[in-house]
T-cell receptor
Framework: NAGVMQNPRHLVRRRGQEARLRCSPM?????VYWYRQLPEEGLKFMVY????????ESGMPKERFSAEFPKEGPSILRIQQVVRGDSAAYFC?????????????FGPGTRLTVL | SQQGEEDPQALSIQEGENATMNCSYK?????LQWYRQNSGRGLVHLIL?????REKHSGRLRVTLDTSKKSSSLLITASRAADTASYFC??????????FGTGTRLQVFP
């Protein structure tokens, strides 16, 4: 059973470009969470999705950031018009049930560098 | 909003010694989890302890939870150089997301 997969592992973008980060949850998991980690800090929650639904986006910046988890395919975190402050590691996690009642399993992360 | 804090921020020990890390949080929880993160890598789940549990063991790991003090501790016994990593506690007060602490950076010298 493959773990949570994220791609790309590293992404370099220039200011103003778009970044697309992909996350494939573990088999059988229908709950996906995105977190952001700045250097030397802990992870900060961004958004929680189930298939075709955004359940909680309270940690997502109001502008430029969006997330989806379509019926088919991976979850996508999209950052439009990236700025240097978006440089961070973005982690995806999945669980078979709502995260508070079960372990969240993390992917290896995508490290975004904005030049 | 709730935020976990780990203590100490950094810890350096020799192989074979025990390492203890503490985590405090602010609001009531359902579960508390500990994760390990090697430098530049993803998070590895170590152990989950539920709010009605006081202690849990997994191999060389021992986790305690004191809900009256809103604190938890992670003990790694007989540490190894491979235990060098950052350790984070995470709580689930809002049931759908994890709130992570700032982490303890553990360095184990051979």
């Amino acid at each position: 059973n493959a773990g949570v997969m994220q791609n790309p592992r590293h992404l370099v973008r220039r200011r103003g470009q778009e970044a697309r980060l992909r996350c494939s949850p573990m088999k059988g998991h229908s709950h996906v969470y995105w977190y952001r980690q700045l250097p030397e800090e802990g992870l900060k929650f961004m958004v929680y999705l189930q298939k075709e639904n955004i359940i909680d986006e309270s940690g997502m910046p109001k502008e430029r950031f969006s997330a989806e988890f379509p019926k088919e395919g991976p979850s996508i975190l999209r950052i439009q018009q990236v700025v240097r402050g978006d440089s961070a590691a973005y982690f995806c996690a999945s669980s078979p049930r709502a995260g508070g009642t079960d372990t969240q399993y993390f992917g290896p992360g995508t490290r975004l560098t904005v030049l | 909003s709730q935020q976990g804090e780990e203590d100490p921020q950094a810890l350096s020990i020799q192989e074979g010694e025990n390492a203890t890390m503490n985590c405090s949080y602010k609001t009531s929880i359902n579960n508390l989890q500990w994760y390990r993160q090697n430098s530049g890598r993803g998070l590895v789940h170590l152990i989950l302890i539920r709010s009605n549990e006081r202690e849990k063991h997994s191999g060389r790991l021992r986790v305690t939870l004191d809900t009256s003090k809103k604190s938890s501790s992670l003990l790694i016994t007989a540490s190894r150089a491979a235990d060098t990593a950052s350790y984070f506690c995470a709580t689930d007060a809002d049931t759908d997301k994890l709130i992570f602490g700032t982490g303890t950076r553990l360095q184990v010298f051979p």
